[in-house]
């Protein structure tokens, strides 16, 4: 097992290469003299001259960038142009928004999504199964901020149920932090369910027609125990696959769903960023959430090993 | 192409994407009056005869903005679908073919398709002020790497299939097997992978737009008139509401048209429909 996750590991350093190449090429791809932008609009010539020595922005290009690499990798993501303060610093603050709405909206799609996919596999062709998969298929086509503004509107402006803006921490009580998020996560959640449905269902349909289902309702086996035990374990492997790449999908839509909702998270970090051509803070945060796909990737890939022992690295 | 027009999801997908088109085209005809034009004593109405969506904050038709707005949100579909299609199929032939460049090529797109495409696309577009050629490439390069990803792997078993092996012995050149063998079998997954690009390019377009890393502000585009409707859309619902209903429309039109040519050109997924 440890060779296993070492190799995987290792795998994954090519990839985070290619991630911090684009990242650190956008601050020189950038029309500009990139010290003059780090700067900022309020610094004098000497400032911009103290900071291209202090960060080397006068050597050659691939020396900048293993000495970029080498602060990343120690953490250090520079210092954001619009708050002076340092990047690491702002992701910290904003972590615990983000990643309680992606969580959250995690959780509760694989519960809503596997379920429904079960259910249309095992209705195949009836009125639940076409019912489950058109509504995957707006799933895909109404895009995260129509959902959220309709959400928001009836569940918040019209019923007053939940509140439409802004973010809770935990440590003030579960319910106000849950309260905030679940209209947040049911917008985030739309597409990642319609993906995950689609998947489980066609997976429970490639392994419904095996010989293993047809013994296991021979020897009596209840519809539950076929369905939930024999059939969705071997059909995990797509679904778990499937759950990890739509990952890149929750990172995207909370960028949106942030704004919509004004959470104060990662998303609305890098739009006020960019806005602001905060090049830092823009390096930051997309090193940051690739680096978290990246993660949660591998570790989809360790769990296959769990639910599928044929596969071996 | 008889399977083609059988399927009532094309049918519908292809009805309603033509709509969209010709309202795109015919913006001047449909009652519309100048998008940009600014109205200071007509702001902020609901809809009514005269201004059928109502009006934004700087007294500008809605409905005459959501109309031309279809024609950025096309124009950038349709492109970016073509422009990705034809890179992809050309890094995913080389990728393919070319065994040294495998590894290379696919680890700078593995590399890219770790980076999520709405924040790949937004830094791109940062970097020159926003227009549409520079939202239409940035869109581009963040879609190259999932259409290189399905055209290798339909080069790679395609490579195996024993008519491509006889035209090898035949000592038929790789130029030539590509074009005759090659190409025209990558054509009906690219046509399906195009028409995803093209949905999923219309609603990057609108998000770059809605956080304001898109086209300019002034452009009647789907995506800013939310943008322009986001700090009122508790009073003022109708200005996110009309656009948002025209996107969503026009991407199932072509979701629709999608799954429809999948299941009409794969005779794997029509055993299970």
């Given at each position: 097992?440890?060779?296993?996750?070492?190799?995987?590991?290792?795998?994954?350093?090519?990839?985070?290469?290619?991630?911090?190449?684009?990242?650190?090429?956008?601050?020189?791809?950038?029309?500009?003299?990139?010290?003059?932008?780090?700067?900022?609009?309020?610094?004098?010539?000497?400032?911009?001259?103290?900071?291209?020595?202090?960060?080397?922005?006068?050597?050659?290009?691939?020396?900048?960038?293993?000495?970029?690499?080498?602060?990343?990798?120690?953490?250090?993501?520079?210092?954001?142009?619009?708050?002076?303060?340092?990047?690491?610093?702002?992701?910290?603050?904003?972590?615990?928004?983000?990643?309680?709405?992606?969580?959250?909206?995690?959780?509760f799609s694989v519960l809503t999504a596997v379920p429904l996919g079960v259910l249309a596999a095992w209705r195949a062709n009836t009125f639940s199964d076409r019912a489950i998969m058109a509504g995957a298929v707006l799933g895909f086509s109404v895009?995260?901020?129509?959902?959220?503004?309709?959400?928001?509107?009836?569940?918040?402006?019209?019923?007053?149920?939940?509140?439409?803006?802004?973010?809770?921490?935990?440590?003030?009580?579960?319910?106000?932090?849950?309260?905030?998020?679940?209209?947040?996560?049911m917008?985030?959640g739309f597409i990642y369910i319609a993906l995950i449905a689609r998947v489980t269902r066609a997976s429970m349909l490639e392994v419904l027609g095996q010989d293993y289902i047809r013994t296991a309702k021979a020897k009596g086996v209840s519809r539950r125990g076929v369905l939930f035990v024999h059939a969705l374990k071997n059909a995990a492997v797509p679904v778990?696959?499937i759950i990890?790449?739509g990952?890149?999908?929750?990172?995207?839509?909370?960028?949106?769903?942030?704004?919509?909702?004004?959470?104060?998270?990662?998303?609305?970090?890098?739009?006020?960023?960019?806005?602001?051509?905060?090049?830092?803070?823009?390096?930051?945060?997309?090193?940051?959430?690739?680096?978290?796909?990246?993660?949660?990737?591998?570790?989809?890939?360790?769990?296959?090993?769990?639910?599928?022992?044929?596969?071996?690295? | 192409?008889a399977a083609v027009s059988r399927r009532p999801t094309i049918a519908i997908g292809?009805?309603l994407?033509?709509?969209?088109?010709?309202?795109?085209?015919?913006?001047?005809?449909?009652?519309?009056?100048?998008?940009?034009?600014?109205?200071?004593?007509?702001?902020?109405?609901?809809?009514?005869?005269?201004?059928?969506?109502?009006?934004?904050?700087?007294?500008?038709?809605?409905?005459?903005?959501?109309?031309?707005?279809?024609?950025?949100?096309?124009?950038?579909?349709?492109?970016?679908?073509?422009?990705?299609?034809?890179?992809?199929?050309?890094?995913?032939?080389?990728?393919?073919?070319?065994?040294?460049?495998?590894?290379?090529?696919?680890?700078?797109?593995?590399?890219?398709?770790?980076?999520?495409?709405?924040?790949?696309?937004?830094?791109?577009?940062?970097?020159?002020?926003?227009?549409?050629?520079?939202?239409?490439?940035?869109?581009?390069?963040?879609?190259?790497?999932?259409?290189?990803?399905?055209?290798?792997?339909?080069?790679?078993?395609?490579?195996?299939?024993?008519?491509?092996?006889?035209?090898?012995?035949?000592?038929?050149?790789?130029?030539?097997?590509?074009?005759?063998?090659?190409?025209?079998?990558?054509?009906?997954?690219?046509?399906v992978?195009?028409?995803?690009?093209?949905?999923?390019?219309?609603?990057?377009?609108?998000?770059?737009?809605?956080?304001?890393?898109?086209?300019?502000?002034?452009?009647?585009?789907?995506?800013?008139?939310?943008?322009?409707?986001?700090?009122?859309?508790?009073?003022?619902?109708?200005?996110?509401?009309?656009?948002?209903?025209?996107?969503?429309?026009?991407?199932l039109a072509?979701n629709l048209l999608g799954d429809g040519l999948r299941d009409a050109l794969d005779p794997r997924a029509q055993r299970n429909a």
């Amino acid at each position: 097992m440890a060779s296993i996750i070492l190799r995987r590991l290792l795998a994954t350093v090519p990839v985070m290469g290619v991630v911090a190449l684009f990242v650190f090429s956008l601050l020189h791809l950038s029309p500009g003299d990139p010290a003059t932008i780090l700067a900022g609009d309020q610094a004098s010539p000497a400032d911009v001259e103290r900071l291209r020595d202090a960060l080397g922005l006068d050597r050659a290009l691939p020396i900048q960038f293993l000495e970029w690499i080498w602060r990343v990798v120690q953490l250090d993501l520079g210092t954001s142009i619009f708050t002076g303060l340092p990047v690491t610093d702002l992701i910290v603050q904003r972590l615990e928004p983000t990643f309680s709405l992606m969580g959250l909206t995690l959780l509760f799609s694989v519960l809503t999504a596997v379920p429904l996919g079960v259910l249309a596999a095992w209705r195949a062709n009836t009125f639940s199964d076409r019912a489950i998969m058109a509504g995957a298929v707006l799933g895909f086509s109404v895009p995260v901020f129509v959902v959220g503004y309709i959400l928001a509107w009836v569940f918040s402006i019209k019923l007053g149920w939940l509140p439409a803006q802004g973010y809770r921490p935990i440590e003030n009580g579960f319910w106000p932090w849950l309260r905030n998020l679940i209209l947040p996560s049911m917008a985030l959640g739309f597409i990642y369910i319609a993906l995950i449905a689609r998947v489980t269902r066609a997976s429970m349909l490639e392994v419904l027609g095996q010989d293993y289902i047809r013994t296991a309702k021979a020897k009596g086996v209840s519809r539950r125990g076929v369905l939930f035990v024999h059939a969705l374990k071997n059909a995990a492997v797509p679904v778990v696959t499937i759950i990890g790449i739509g990952v890149a999908l929750l990172i995207s839509g909370a960028v949106v769903t942030e704004t919509v909702f004004a959470i104060p998270g990662l998303g609305t970090l890098v739009v006020d960023a960019i806005l602001r051509r905060d090049y830092p803070v823009i390096q930051g945060v997309i090193l940051f959430f690739s680096f978290v796909y990246v993660l949660i990737n591998l570790i989809v890939d360790l769990i296959y090993t769990v639910f599928d022992p044929r596969i071996r690295y | 192409m008889a399977a083609v027009s059988r399927r009532p999801t094309i049918a519908i997908g292809a009805t309603l994407f033509a709509t969209m088109a010709l309202l795109a085209v015919f913006a001047p005809l449909l009652g519309t009056t100048d998008p940009t034009a600014i109205n200071p004593t007509a702001r902020l109405q609901w809809p009514s005869a005269e201004h059928w969506f109502g009006t934004d904050m700087a007294g500008r038709d809605i409905y005459s903005r959501v109309i031309y707005g279809a024609r950025v949100s096309l124009i950038v579909g349709v492109s970016v679908a073509l422009l990705a299609s034809v890179f992809g199929l050309f890094i995913g032939i080389l990728a393919g073919f070319i065994r040294g460049l495998d590894g290379v090529l696919m680890r700078i797109m593995d590399g890219l398709m770790s980076i999520p495409s709405i924040l790949l696309a937004i830094a791109l577009v940062a970097l020159t002020q926003g227009s549409l050629a520079s939202v239409i490439t940035a869109i581009t390069i963040a879609e190259v790497p999932r259409v290189t990803r399905v055209i290798r792997s339909v080069v790679l078993s395609l490579r195996e299939q024993p008519y491509v092996d006889a035209a090898i012995s035949a000592g038929t050149t790789t130029p030539m097997i590509i074009l005759r063998h090659i190409l025209p079998n990558t054509l009906a997954p690219l046509t399906v992978q195009a028409t995803y690009l093209c949905a999923s390019a219309m609603i990057i377009e609108a998000v770059l737009s809605f956080v304001g890393a898109g086209m300019p502000p002034s452009t009647p585009s789907w995506g800013n008139i939310m943008a322009e409707g986001r700090a009122i859309w508790q009073v003022r619902l109708n200005i996110v509401l009309f656009p948002a209903l025209f996107l969503s429309l026009t991407v199932l039109a072509v979701n629709l048209l999608g799954d429809g040519l999948r299941d009409a050109l794969d005779p794997r997924a029509q055993r299970n429909a």
